[in-house]
């Protein structure tokens, strides 16, 4: 199990530009994460929907992070491109797994019980991982 590439390196731009604490063009992203320039085009957009980060146009445009780094968290970054995170499709609810246990808006799987406590276990450790922690744990002499 792992996460997607999009949410990887969705992660791995929001890091960039909070580590350098300055505005950034889009090839400079790119160049420094390793991501290629389209597909950080297509990030950055979905990042800037979701007011993660901020552009800004003309000669002295680019991306900047658009809220404390304190408020912005792993879980917010990977929602942004993946939707809520869920272990196994069987959470969501337009799912029908055919089996006897579910049906008619009801389900008394035992995997869709377990699959939800962990799913949520993710989500809260995603939840508890805020990127300003992530800057400062690089500050630090290792």
């Known amino acids: 199990m792992h996460i997607t590439l999009e949410a990887d ?19 400079s992203i790119a160049e420094e994460t390793g991501v290629t320039l389209r597909f950080s085009l297509k990030i950055l957009r979905k990042l800037v ?6 552009s800004y146009k003309g000669t002295q ?4 992070i658009a809220r ?7 879980n917010d970054v990977i929602q ?7 272990l196994s499709r069987c959470l969501r609810e337009d799912y029908d797994c055919g089996q006897t246990c ?8 035992v995997f869709r019980d377990i699959y939800g406590e962990i ?12 990127f300003s922690d992530l800057v400062k744990k690089e500050e630090q002499p290792q």
């Open 102 to 109: 579910c049906g008619e808006g009801e389900c008394d799987c």
């Open 49 to 54: 929907s979701a007011g993660i980060i901020k």
């Open 80 to 86: 942004t491109v993946e939707g809520p995170f869920a």
């Open 68 to 74: 404390p780094l304190e408020e912005i968290t792993l």
């Open 9 to 27: 390196y969705a992660v791995r731009i929001v890091h960039c530009l909070a580590k350098s604490g300055r505005r950034m063009d889009a090839k």
């Open 61 to 64: 445009g680019g991306y900047e």
């Open 119 to 130: 799913s949520q276990e993710v989500q809260n450790k995603l939840t508890s991982v805020r």
